[in-house]
């Protein structure tokens, strides 16, 4: 009798750890679910400022009219965003600049250069440059050219956080390149795969509707310096990772 009752709470007992265990890998699936679903999710203040704006001009010109027909825009404070036309931002096209420059995906990059334009300011971070591959960076500024536009002439400063507003998700950047022409709308090829992972990016191809919009902010509050992001790090997911928090907090700071 003693034997059947051990038994009995043998059983018991094993069958309630089992269930707590489904439990737990259940609520922990969730949570990693949930996380990963709404990392990088429209806060409501900049999904207000890229509907409200994207329908009209811009009323602060900063710059006069790229080949594109985006400006650089002053119309956000302590912010500059490129704006094209009514209805419009700007493109995505890719950049393959800096270190390891014709690796994987960029290797049919037809204008890649062996570097950026902050690879000195980079270096002080502990890499030799930034990778495209890897670093997701927005080329932002022109120079050499006419029109041409400074973004350090209005505030802000090399290597600082910049949002980036792409496929109904925000995702965060370093302006890490200026473009030497008169082109707007590009990045990394890193950055255009966080925006658009199944549109086959490569050196050679980017993203052509006029729908993203690239926020750079003003400041040394933008920057995160040389311990404030994961320079080194291994893949586009752990960098991008080390500026969000950064990232969140100027993006919560906008009036929408």
Not at 10 to 37: D, E, K, Q
Not at 42 to 54: C, R
Not at 148 to 177: K, T
Not at 225 to 232: L, R, T
């Amino acid at each position: 009798m003693l034997t059947l009752v051990y038994e009995h709470r043998i059983l018991y007992y094993s069958r309630a750890l089992t269930i707590n265990n489904m439990r737990t890998s259940t609520l922990s699936a969730l949570a990693v679910f949930g996380a990963a679903a709404s990392a990088y999710q429209l806060p409501a203040n900049l999904k207000k400022i890229y509907d409200s704006h994207k329908s009209g001009t811009c009323s602060k010109k900063l710059s006069s009219s790229f080949s594109g027909g985006a400006v650089y825009c002053g119309d956000l404070p302590n912010a500059i965003f490129l704006k094209g036309k009514s209805g419009n931002y700007d493109n995505l096209d890719i950049d393959c600049d800096g270190a390891n420059n014709s690796a994987g995906e960029c290797a049919n990059d037809p204008s890649g250069q062996g570097q950026t334009a902050f690879k000195d300011d980079v270096k002080k971070y502990g890499i030799s440059d930034l990778d495209a591959n890897l670093h997701p960076y927005v080329v932002f500024g022109n120079e050499d050219d006419s029109p041409s536009f400074n973004p350090e002439s209005h505030g802000m400063e090399r290597l600082s956080v910049m949002a980036i507003v792409c496929n109904n998700q925000v995702f965060y950047g370093i302006w890490g390149d200026t473009n030497g022409g008169t082109s707007t709308g590009e990045a990394s090829l890193a950055l255009g795969k966080l925006c658009f992972p199944n549109d086959g990016l490569n050196g050679d191809n980017g993203h052509d509707p006029k729908d993203v919009l690239y926020i750079g902010f003003t400041g040394s509050g933008a920057v995160p310096g040389k311990s404030g992001a994961n320079w080194k790090a291994k893949s586009t997911t752990d960098f991008e990772a080390s500026i969000k928090s950064l990232g969140d907090k100027l993006v919560a700071g906008l009036p929408a």
